[in-house]
T-cell receptor, first 114, second 113 residues
Framework: KNQVEQSPQSLIILEGKNCTLQ??????????LRWYKQDTGRGPVSLTI?????NTKSNGRYTATLDADTKQSSLHITASQLSDSASYIC?????????????FGGGTRVLVKP | NAGVTQTPKFQVLKTGQSMTLQCAQD?????MSWYRQDPGMGLRLIHY???????DQGEVPNGYNVSRSTTEDFPLRLLSAAPSQTSVYFC????????????FGQGTRLTVV
């Protein structure tokens, strides 16, 4: 069964500090991996999309890495801000043969404190 | 562009009632989908559509119907609401393709009592 597991489930960090979120997946066949940010009461918003040939991709203070061999990804947040408080969701897209369907992880809830 | 618009934002239903969650997008996206989000779980696909007139079931379709008469609209119908359908529902749209970005609506929080 296709699965996406994220860790930790939640974390608290001080404003200005860095943090790293982890994602492991078993989706096959694999097309791409996405990270989304979801603010409370809002829909997810895309941060990055990476194909199997991309090892790293940045979007401002967010940097995602992908190791397609070990089926692991991470999202690094640099110099956190209060506005980074949100849930971060790892999403894996299956290949075209699987309808490019998206499998969602349960998310990591990040709270940034002043 | 308004993006993906969902209505209503909140809804309370009694068990057995029916209702339709509305979803509209103005980006001319072929692919539209409905998800439900429950605490501690990832979003799960209910139904999806790859174009007007074409719909298919996702991971958790039971108790829900969809139709796609136009490119813009993709309503989700609850036939006979049950407490197990208490959830937050998200509609999403994107251009067909493997790496295209998915845009989500703001969600509908549904409570069935």
């Amino acid at each position: 069964k296709n699965q996406v597991e994220q860790s930790p489930q939640s974390l608290i960090i001080l404003e200005g500090k860095n943090c790293t979120l982890q994602c492991n997946y078993t989706v096959s066949p694999f097309s791409n991996l996405r990270w989304y940010k979801q603010d409370t009461g809002r829909g997810p918003v895309s941060l990055t999309i990476m194909t199997f040939s991309e090892n790293t991709k940045s979007n401002g203070r967010y940097t995602a890495t992908l190791d397609a061999d070990t089926k692991q990804s991470s999202l690094h947040i640099t110099a956190s801000q209060l506005s980074d408080s949100a849930s971060y969701i790892c999403v894996v897209s299956g290949a075209k043969a699987a309808g490019n369907k998206l499998t969602f992880g349960g998310g990591t809830r990040v709270l940034v404190k002043p | 562009n308004a993006g993906v618009t969902q209505t209503p934002k909140f809804q309370v239903l009694k068990t057995g009632q029916s209702m339709t969650l509305q979803c509209a997008q103005d980006m001319n996206h072929e692919y539209m989908s409905w998800y439900r989000q429950d605490p501690g779980m990832g979003l799960r696909l209910i139904h999806y559509s790859v174009g007007a007139g074409i719909t298919d079931q996702g991971e958790v379709p039971n108790g829900y119907n969809v139709s796609r008469s136009t490119t813009e609209d993709f309503p989700l119908r609850l036939l006979s609401a049950a407490p197990s359908q208490t959830s937050v529902y998200f509609c999403a749209s994107r251009v067909q393709g493997a790496t295209t970005e998915a845009f989500f609506g703001q969600g509908t929080r549904l409570t069935v009592v």
